[in-house]
């Protein structure tokens, strides 16, 4: 069982930026890491997906905008989120997946408002 645990979440104006954190209680070598949002009424969607070996994926909308990095030093993923929008604000979840399994953290929110 791994737990993941994001962090970084909070309120920014349109333009700025965050950088979300998800932290795993375990190792996350063998996980395909990804994070997801969601939004009020709207369904869980991908925004960005990292493999073990560093090959990423981004949504059409997080690309230029967002990054995604990890750290299996220190069972860590990273997004950081560029140029933010309105449309952005949504529950952000860190997400591990391997052959076998898959975990979700518990999420944090970013919010985009004036």
């Known amino acids: 069982q791994v737990q993941l645990v994001e962090s970084g979440g909070g309120l920014v104006q349109p333009g700025g930026s965050l950088k979300l954190s998800c932290e795993a209680s375990g190792s996350i070598m063998s996980f395909f890491m990804g994070w997801y949002r969601q939004a009020p009424g709207k369904q869980r969607e991908l925004v960005a997906a990292?493999?073990?070996?560093?090959?990423?994926h981004y949504a059409d909308f997080a690309k230029g905008r967002f990054t995604i990095s990890r750290d299996n030093a220190k069972n860590m993923v990273g997004l950081q989120m560029n140029s933010l929008k309105y449309e952005d604000t949504a529950g952000y979840f860190c997400?591990?997946?391997?052959?076998?399994?898959?975990?979700w953290g518990q999420g944090t929110q970013v919010t985009v408002s004036s």
């Open positions: 997400n591990a997946r391997s052959l076998t399994y898959e975990y």
């Open positions: 990292i493999s073990g070996s560093g090959v990423t």
